[in-house]
Nanobody, 127 residues
Framework: QLHLVESGGDSVQAGGSLRLSCAVS????????MGWFRQAPGKEREGVAA????????DYPDSVSGRFNISSNSDKNMWYLEMDPLKTEDTGMYYC????????????????????WGQGTQVTVSS
């Protein structure tokens, strides 16, 4: 069982930056993939970053590639999403998620792959 808690959401102007944090507790050694997702009002939840915790291989959609970065501390119980520069279209509720004991030939950005979710943290980017 895993417990995830996000923090760091805020209201910022376009061109600014934010670092979101995700505190993970429980059987963290069994996590195979971590992901960050966002959901804007009226839109489906979409993956914005994902990582293989064993190989530290990452993947990002084109919409955020080069601007977002997923990382962790050495214990892998804190995960971060650095976002710079932010755009107005980055506005949404951001969630971290984890999945354990599953292996993929790719780094999964699909929400349905992930089993454990945090409660979300709001990011609002204004022009």
């Amino acid at each position: 069982q895993l417990h995830l808690v996000e923090s760091g959401g805020d209201s910022v102007q376009a061109g600014g930056s934010l670092r979101l944090s995700c505190a993970v507790s429980g059987l963290t050694d069994e996590i195979n993939y971590m992901g960050w997702f966002r959901q804007a009002p009226g839109k489906e939840r979409e993956g914005v970053a994902a990582i293989s915790t064993a190989r530290y291989v990452t993947d990002y959609p084109d919409s955020v590639s080069g601007r977002f970065n997923i990382s962790s501390n050495s214990d892998k119980n804190m995960w971060y999403l650095e976002m710079d520069p932010l755009k107005t279209e980055d506005t949404g509720m951001y969630y971290c998620a984890a999945v354990e004991r599953r292996w993929f030939a790719y780094i999964p950005l699909r929400p349905d792959v992930y089993k454990y979710w945090g409660q979300g943290t709001q990011v609002t980017v204004s022009s």
